[in-house]
């Protein structure tokens, strides 16, 4: 904690499991592409792989994504969110370089960067028993089918999800670890 007693809303202590929530900038629907979607499930794949995370559900929806995850270790100098923020945001502005009018929509007037694909400060709630832990991935879950969203009927339905995972034990994702397993 800072020098008053207060951790910001994004505070995420190694080791412990919590549940996350990262928005793309002003809300644009960036992740409504598959090609982002993937670079999303590319970055949770290595950062778990080599041991700096441990992902136990997740949904991404059009415009952010919602984690149960547990951060192990820095990846390098970097904290792995910091990481994961940081490739994500490289791998987009790669795949809308082509694209201008997409790619100006993420332009920023700042010194260290001319875009900014990820709001600041997202939301992490540490997760310290099975029934808030268990509410959390049955909100993520059912994000999907939130009426202003309509990408599935059925939670299992939607690809991007680990809802198949804990629902028909249907496991898409190498790097998903069971939640259930924890507490």
Not at 84 to 112: C, P
Not at 128 to 137: G, P
Not at 147 to 165: I, M
């Amino acid at each position: 904690m800072d020098e008053i007693g207060y951790r910001r809303k994004s505070y995420i202590e190694n080791g412990e499991i919590y549940f996350w929530t990262a928005t793309i900038n002003k809300w644009q629907r960036l992740l409504q592409f598959d090609t982002c979607k993937e670079v999303i499930i590319s970055s949770l794949t290595y950062l778990s792989e080599s041991g700096k995370i441990d992902v136990f559900a997740f949904v991404i929806m059009p415009n952010h994504i919602h984690l149960i995850w547990r951060i192990n270790e820095n990846n390098g100098k970097e904290t792995a969110r910091g990481s994961f923020m940081k490739f994500t945001a490289h791998e987009f502005k790669r795949i809308l370089k082509g694209k201008g009018d997409l790619l100006s929509q993420y332009a920023v007037n700042a010194t260290n960067k001319k875009y900014e694909f990820w709001q600041r400060d997202s939301l992490s709630v540490p997760l310290y028993t099975r029934e808030v832990a268990y509410q959390k991935m049955e909100y993520i879950h059912l994000n999907p089918l939130a009426e202003h969203w309509q990408l599935a009927t059925n939670p299992c339905e939607y690809q991007y999800s680990t809802a198949k995972f804990y629902e028909l034990g249907v496991k898409e994702f190498s790097f998903i670890k069971d939640l259930r397993d924890e507490f």
